[in-house]
């Protein structure tokens, strides 16, 4: 373990792994994919579109009509959202309808996942020394 509590080698693995680019994958890997499905939730206005995605499909007049943003402005963030995948775009005639795509989000949700079960382990081995330190304290007084 590194003095973060990383395995020995995670930096390097991590770093060949985010610079191998799969062709297979649109030349994104998943660590390139995450962090663009991260950056577009971290925005409020993007997490709020996909809550009212959520419900069903909408088209872009409807989901504009929600927020006090320009057309253009609501546009931009369905573009952020379409290229991570998180929605996808379809026509419907004359406009076009946005529905929700689940799997970068259950991507999402494992990455959120991985990390709380390696604090978890880590905060439980911090547990287990607290309580050692507590029984040696006793026994030494």
Known sequence: MDP???????????????NNKSAAA?????EQKMDRVFH????????AILRGI???????GQIA?????????????LHVLESTGLIRRDRDGQRFLC?????PLEEADQVIRELGAHWESRLDELEAYLR??????RSGE
Request: glycine residues 10%; hydrophobic residues 35%.
């Open 4 to 18: 973060q509590g990383f395995p020995a080698g995670f930096a390097a693995d991590h770093q060949a792994q985010y």
């Open 26 to 30: 649109g030349g994104m890997n998943r």
């Open 40 to 47: 577009a939730l971290a925005d409020s206005t993007r997490r």
């Open 54 to 60: 959520a419900r069903g499909p909408r088209s872009v």
């Open 65 to 77: 009509s929600r927020f006090p943003l320009s057309l253009a402005a609501v546009s931009k963030h």
């Open 99 to 103: 529905s929700l795509r689940l799997a």
């Open 132 to 137: 050692e330190r507590k029984g040696e304290e």
